[in-house]
């Protein structure tokens, strides 16, 4: 059974850091690009950023490009953001998500929330 | 960027009836879209992928069709558990992938 776990997230002042991770099992992970999504308190869903399985090609939303960086560890199986200069605006909360057949998202973490807040 | 528009916002129907929910691309995204349901607290869970291909666990109950621009999810005899909202998304052409804003389906 595939399975997202994410830790990280909490409350951080506008300007700060954070890092989220997400440890995934039951599928071989190395073989399979992954996604971050955030929800805003609107509900929206916005896609921040996605990675190959080998972590060699990174994609960025233009929101976030230059602030964000997402990477991966095959060896430990976990994905990671590292998310910099945060605004306010990127409260949210942030889900991982693994690709599916074609590009959509066939498998999510149970979300971690961001709030960016002084 | 392709812009995902979903309608109506909310839809109020009656246990056992059917629910059309549509979802209406800025461009031709092929067949390349995918629904998802999400209930409070809970993460998004893919339904629908490839516009019409259930996802494992998807009850037939749930049917996906459209292409090019127009595509509609359609719920055939409502169950409690399917009250939520229901999002598109896109991925023909990303960066960015984009979702659509979603639509409510609640109890009428």
């Known amino acids: 059974e595939v399975q997202l776990l994410q830790s990280g997230g909490g409350l951080v002042q506008p300007g700060g850091s954070l890092r989220l991770s997400c440890a995934a099992s039951g599928f071989t992970f190395s073989n399979y690009a992954m996604v971050w999504v955030r929800q805003t308190p609107e509900r929206a869903l916005q896609w921040v950023s996605a990675i190959s399985g080998s972590g060699g090609h990174t994609y960025y939303a233009d929101s976030v490009k230059g602030r964000f960086t997402i990477s991966r560890d095959n060896s430990k199986n976990t994905l990671y953001l590292q998310m910099n200069s945060l605004k306010t605006e990127d409260t949210a909360v942030y889900y991982c998500a693994k690709e599916g057949l074609e590009w959509e998202f066939s498998n999510w973490g149970q979300g971690a929330l961001v709030t960016v807040s002084s | 960027e392709i812009v995902m528009t979903q309608s109506p916002a909310t839809v109020s129907v009656s246990p056992g009836e059917r629910a059309t929910l549509s979802c209406r691309a800025s461009?031709?995204?092929?067949?390349?879209l995918a629904w998802y349901q999400q209930k409070p607290g809970q993460a998004p869970r893919l339904l629908i992928y490839?516009?019409?291909t259930r996802a494992t666990g998807t009850p037939a109950r749930f049917s996906g069709s459209g292409s090019g621009t127009e595509f509609t999810l359609t719920i055939s005899s409502l169950q409690s558990e399917d009250f939520a909202v229901y999002y598109c998304q896109q991925y023909i052409n990303w960066p960015p992938f984009t979702f659509g804003g979603g639509t409510k389906v609640e109890i009428k």
């Open positions: 461009q031709s995204v092929s067949s390349n």
């Open positions: 490839g516009a019409s």
